[in-house]
């Protein structure tokens, strides 16, 4: 089945310091990719959709400026968490949906997240 | 706004029975409707879709329903394992939605031996 790596797994580190979150489709091309948050005991919020070769699209309420997100290929998306304060602790999930050519063909799969703890 | 809801927040199954979860949705415009499962510190896994062309889609133990007239869809595992034991969310997207899914608060499962 479709895989999907995420790396780091988990990140502690100080306030202020910027955070860099790697997603990859290790056997499909993925044009878009999407970054999800999730808090303890609460549902995935989609934060942005990410385009390949395009700006990333950004759901009401994410700061752009905080969470910058990067899609250089057709396999690998990541995010930047700059600047990162205790607020910003949580799991950050990222998918991707295989290049297809219809719209219901292909379920996203997802990448097994990142815990970040903001000290 | 919650656009899918997921009322229970639990559900203990007997190792053997039938596993009922169900999920609501307010949108009309969704148009694809997909369940995960998802273990605690990993992503949620794929494990069956259904469109809104189709009322009922199978997969092994796995059959999700779909009811457009009520906005209801419920995702049935029968028998149930203890495997299948984790939290499960149900997803929905409308095309368009440049394929943002929207997911249900989630349904803890669980297997008794």
């Known amino acids: 089945g479709a895989v999907v790596s995420q790396h780091p797994s988990r990140v502690i580190c100080k306030s202020g310091t910027s955070v860099k979150i790697e997603c990859r489709s290790l056997d499909f091309q993925a044009t878009t990719m999407f970054w999800y948050r999730q808090f303890p005991k609460q549902s995935l919020m989609l934060m942005a959709t990410s385009n390949e070769g395009s700006k990333a699209t950004y759901e009401q309420g994410v700061e752009k400026d905080k969470f910058l997100i990067n899609h250089a290929s057709l396999t690998l998306s990541t995010l930047t968490v700059t600047s990162a304060h205790p607020e910003d602790s949580s799991f950050y999930i990222c998918?991707?949906?295989?290049?297809?050519?219809?719209?219901?063909?292909?379920?996203?799969?997802f990448g097994d997240g990142t815990r970040l703890s903001i000290l | 706004d919650q656009q899918v809801k997921q009322n229970s927040p639990s559900l203990s199954v007997q190792e053997g029975r039938i596993s009922i979860l169900n999920c609501d949705y307010t949108?009309?415009?969704?148009?694809?409707f997909l369940w995960y499962k998802k273990y605690p510190a990993e992503g949620p896994t794929f494990l069956i879709s259904i469109s809104s062309i189709k009322d009922k889609n199978e997969d092994g133990r796995f059959t999700v329903f779909l009811n457009k007239s009520a906005k209801h869809l419920s995702l049935h595992i029968v028998p149930s394992q203890p495997g299948d034991s984790a939290v499960y969310f149900c997803?929905?997207?409308?095309?368009?939605?440049?394929?943002?899914?929207?997911f249900g608060q989630g349904t803890r499962l669980t297997i008794n031996p």
């Open positions: 997803a929905a997207s409308a095309i368009q939605g440049a394929q943002k899914l929207v």
């Open positions: 949108n009309s415009m969704f148009d694809y």
């Open positions: 998918s991707a949906r295989a290049l297809s050519t219809g719209y219901l063909d292909q379920p996203q799969h």
